[in-house]
């Protein structure tokens, strides 16, 4: 089987869309598939990191001061062109590999840009957040909380298949693998060890806001601190200097290849409301979660109103700081409140969903059928 995946990765966009993408295509390699990449060449760009996983990465040119589609999507400016001259750019390309599927994960790309396309592959699937835009796909993923098929009436075809719901998170297998140990740790929870991740890119740099209310909060005196960051995080030097001046110890680890393993033995994440929210479910984390991203609101109210995590609201907004000690001071002074969080998040997905797709995509190919 031969995969083709239209996903970016950008200071703008952050890196969520496109290293998700890049778990489904490992797991599609181990069992055989060809995977492809086209990624246009944005500042923040990982397309060197899709290529240190083995995949083939076709680049687009970045051209500055491109047009963008003034009636597109709400997130057009994240193209950097118009729909249909990325459509142009990607036509060769896919003329050429003839592949079984294309994969779309892409705020800024419609039924516009898929229907230029379509003709030049066997199946098309889109990974979607939003349900505000159409597509003319086979099968669409979603695989946010209180998501409905139905959301996406009228957005797709009646034949499109549509897949909803955190139990289709694409977590890389470690997550799953140490969900047994994450959660027998949490019997008897207590505060020793804390993960602070806002993503690869952290462009409001919450990071450093949450790291300045915690210099003021009541943490326990043996506390340490673990900050994870991506290499072309802009705010990476000033939250290094940040750590040093902290009253416990605090490492900034810069792309991590162990986050289910720094997860797994974390007692407490402060994170933003992304993608990464259904690792930490998965390892029933408990959670106080940024919004560094419009489309991350509803994941965070959704998992909030689960019980699975605290909202703490977004960065630039009045107040962050102190939201952020409210609720670190109510975690610590009722009891039981970590293990029940604990007990929510881990309900919401156990971390098979990638496996669960990636077996929908192999078969659909043999028997059309999802």
Known sequence: MKVVFRADASLQMGSGHLMRCVTLADALKQKGAECHFLCREHPGHLIEVVRGKGHAVHALPC???SPIDSDGPAHAAWLGTTQEQDAQACLPILQALQPDWLIVDHYALDIRWERHLRPFCQRLMVIDDLADRAHQCDLLLDQNLGRQATDYAGLVSKECAVLVGPQ??????????????????RRQPK????LITMGGVDQPNATGKVLAALKRSALPDDIRLDVVMGAKAPWLEEVKGISRDMPWPTEVLVNVTDMAQ??????????AAGSTSWE????????LMAVL????AAIGCALQRAGAAILIGAPDEPGFEERCLVALSELLQIDGRLCAMSQATASITNGAGCAEITERLLNYGYNDSV
Request: with cysteine; hydrophobic share 45%.
């Open 191 to 194: 505060l020793r060890s804390l």
């Open 63 to 65: 051209v500055p001061n």
């Open 293 to 296: 991203a419009e489309n991350q």
């Open 168 to 185: 289709y998170a694409l977590l890389r297998p470690e997550f799953a693998a140490l969900r047994e140990y994450s959660l027998e740790r």
């Open 280 to 287: 930490r479910c998965c390892m029933g984390v408990p959670a």
């Open 262 to 271: 720094r997860m797994a033995d974390c007692d407490l994440a402060i994170g």
